[in-house]
């Protein structure tokens, strides 16, 4: 065993150990969901980061546009946009919460029992896509430097991750965010500076990639096109189980605007350096599959003893988003679908904690599936991204921001986000380069606000009109 194969293994036993250390302060489902809510902006800010910085906005980014150019990195800012809006305006907001461990306890006070069902089922199908995704980033990490199948590397990554997240809960997950996000904001930049010099330079690289690389709206491609991608960004993942999660496991809400904001403040440059190995690896290796691009430059380009660290870095930014997901899945299920629909003798915290993490296995196999039927990391996310913002993103907002509203909206809002969204893909998209997320969100939004304005609401939290 050579040295940066040493430093990996070391790396992964001291997270699985972060994670049995947690357990011994994990002893019911609330401490599984939301421990003790006594988490610093620092930790907030790392763990916020580290879960989105995951292998589609990483990988998947690099190996687009090292096939396409900077086009998805460019798009990707809508991304952080969101990420700065949450914390402008929701997180501040987080205070009227407190309780609550999912995304189902902020939509039941609203919109009753049936949508908290509905909201723990979209998170567990959205959790799984994009836990996919991580996988199989972390199935190529493992493939290209321990030289095992992919099929084998997934499992293999898959089985770390639910190790310490289910045995340690939130407290594991998050501050083994924090351990990773120390990791991959120095590994990412580490590649891209030697790449670079390998390049000869700045002005060098740009002097010997294909003109088409360098527009942000290349030949083929229309300005229609780049919104609707932009728009994805900034609509698909906008408070996903596991972002709200974030939101809720933190006491001070000031701490944790300033921490939102932050994280959505560097995951531009971040984005754009990792793009930038995609650019990099068209000058180097040309001939390489894109979906290899961080794996070939570690090895092309990172010397022995630094590689280890480098490489412990990369399968960070894999782990640290899909625990995140991960946990979200379980807690949706348990929280938000199981509780409602049994009987009280069925509500023993023992019970919801058992059933929580083996919640977190199934979870775990289904996202090996996914991962191993969609090659590319950023085309999972998309697919991923159908099931959550087309059909409960504005009810969520307006739960979250305690508007007065109707129960019916919420589900005139989710048929109008499914229609649209279904009716777009199968004749709409042939005449208009616009996402289906896109026409969904707008669909349930116009259908909320119509059903809305045609009935008198009730005030959130009080019994509203059916």
């Not at 971040?270 to 290899?292: D, K, R, T, W, Y």
């Not at 191993?372 to 921001?401: G, H, R």
Request: aromatic residues 10%; contains cysteine.
């Amino acid at each position: 065993m050579n040295l940066d194969n040493s430093i990996v293994i070391l790396y992964v036993v001291l997270v699985v150990f972060i994670g049995f250390f947690c357990a011994r302060r994990t002893k019911s489902f609330n401490d599984f969901a939301i421990s003790d809510m006594n988490f610093g902006g620092f930790a907030i800010f790392a763990t916020l980061s580290a879960t989105f910085i995951g292998g589609g906005y990483s990988f998947g980014n690099a190996a687009k546009v090292f096939d396409s150019g900077i086009f998805y990195s460019v798009a990707l800012i809508g991304f952080s946009l969101q990420i700065i809006l949450v914390g402008i305006f929701i997180a501040p907001k987080m205070s009227a919460h407190d309780g609550a461990v999912s995304v189902g306890d902020i939509l039941e006070p609203t919109y009753g029992k049936p949508a908290r069902v509905i909201g723990g089922l979209l998170s567990f199908v959205s959790c799984a896509g994009i836990l996919g995704a991580q996988l199989g980033a972390m199935g190529l990490i493992i493939n290209t430097f321990l030289g095992i199948s992919i099929a084998s590397s997934i499992v293999i990554g898959c089985l770390i991750v639910m190790l310490y997240s289910t045995v340690g809960g939130i407290s594991a997950v998050v501050w083994t965010d924090v351990l990773q996000f120390c990791l991959l904001i120095v590994a990412v930049p580490v590649i891209f500076c030697l790449g670079l010099n390998e390049c000869g330079g700045w002005s060098e690289l740009i002097a010997k990639l294909p003109a088409q690389h360098l527009k942000i709206i290349p030949e083929g491609s229309s300005v229609l096109q780049f919104v609707s991608l932009f728009l994805v960004f900034v609509l698909g993942e906008t408070l996903v189980p596991p972002y709200v999660q974030r939101l809720l496991v933190s006491k001070d809400k000031k701490k944790l605007a300033g921490a939102t904001i932050g994280s959505g403040l560097l995951s531009v440059p971040f984005f754009l350096i990792a793009g930038g190995l995609g650019l990099i690896a068209m000058v180097l290796l040309p001939e390489i599959n894109s979906n290899a691009v961080f794996p070939s430059m570690i090895n092309l380009l990172v010397p022995i003893g630094l590689k280890g660290i480098v490489i412990s870095g990369v399968v960070a930014i894999i782990m640290s988003s899909a625990d995140s997901f991960l946990l979200s899945s379980s807690v949706g299920i348990v929280q938000d679908v199981f509780m409602p629909l049994t009987s009280d003798k069925w509500h023993d915290d023992k019970y919801k904690f058992r059933l929580a993490r083996v919640v977190n296995l199934v979870t775990g196999l289904s996202a090996m599936t996914i991962s191993m039927f969609i090659p590319n990391m950023l085309d999972i996310l998309v697919f991923a991204y159908n099931f959550w913002a087309p059909m409960i993103l504005v009810q969520l907002i307006a739960a979250l921001l305690k508007k007065t509203v109707t129960k019916a909206s919420f589900f005139g809002g989710f048929a109008g986000g499914l229609v649209g969204s279904v009716l777009w893909n199968m004749f709409g998209s042939k005449i208009l380069p616009i996402d289906s997320i896109i026409v969904g969100v707008v669909c349930n939004f116009a259908v909320f606000y119509i059903m809305n304005m045609r009935s008198k609401p009730a005030s959130v939290g009080s019994e509203a009109v059916a």
